[in-house]
């Protein structure tokens, strides 16, 4: 019991610390009001639903694509790749994305920014010939050179990409209800459930009859 009170102590102290933060104030990135619509997001379950449909975009389709040294142009490989994206997006049209680029160590911060925001505009106008609405799709923000795969000054392909995300839902603020697309999908993976073989029984089991091998009575 002692340890318990303990440990609660030491949590109440932790909280004390904090009591000024406003809840959420963690994932604000200097803007008025994100912390307050994540916490809007969060109590009318459209966050969960967003983390959750991103988990399963990352999970099913190639998120990344890379790209060629000082370039925006989009290799073979990067064109497969971001087809199988418009294919998942097409199931899920109540879904928002987002492109975020990036570049490799070689060059100056703000030449590698502007690079960054090419590729991902480059990616969007991709997704948008393949029949993925423009407005569902964002190209807003580079990370430049500030995050990469690989740490090196030296030119690095995996850190020259394009990684895409879900953003959200068209509707901000709560989630969009089930359309026949996205029941569709639904239906497809409990069919695919149902579709699941028992393993064949191969073991011969004897049937006794009562009263040894003679006839019936």
């Not at 030491?10 to 610390?17: I, N």
């Not at 966050?47 to 990344?64: H, K, M, N």
């Not at 191969?202 to 091998?213: A, K, N």
Request: hydrophobic letters at 40%; one cysteine or more.
């Amino acid at each position: 019991m002692r340890i318990i009170l303990s440990a609660a102590s030491l949590l109440a102290l932790a909280a004390c610390g904090d009591m000024n933060k406003e809840l959420g104030a963690e994932v604000d990135s200097g803007h008025f009001g994100e912390a307050t619509m994540n916490n809007s997001l969060i109590q009318s379950g459209a966050a969960d639903y967003r983390i959750q449909l991103g988990q399963r975009f990352a999970r099913e389709v190639p998120s990344t694509i890379t790209f060629p040294f000082n370039s925006a142009a989009l290799t073979p490989e990067a064109r497969g790749i971001l087809d199988h994206q418009a294919n998942w997006m097409s199931q899920f049209p109540e879904l928002r994305f987002s492109v975020y680029g990036h570049t490799d160590l070689v060059g100056s911060n703000a030449y590698n920014k502007a690079l960054g925001k090419k590729r991902a505009q480059a990616v969007v106008a991709y997704l948008g010939s393949r029949g993925i609405a423009r407005a569902r799709l964002e190209a807003l923000v580079s990370y430049g050179e500030t995050r990469p795969v690989v740490m090196t000054q030296s030119p690095e392909e995996q850190n020259r990409r394009t990684v895409t995300e879900v953003a959200g839902f068209i509707q901000k603020g709560k989630p969009v209800p089930i359309n026949g697309k996205y029941a569709a999908v639904i239906m497809r993976e409990y069919i695919e459930l149902g579709k699941r073989r028992h393993p064949p029984n191969t073991e011969v089991q004897p049937i006794l009859v009562p009263g040894g091998t003679g006839g019936g009575g």
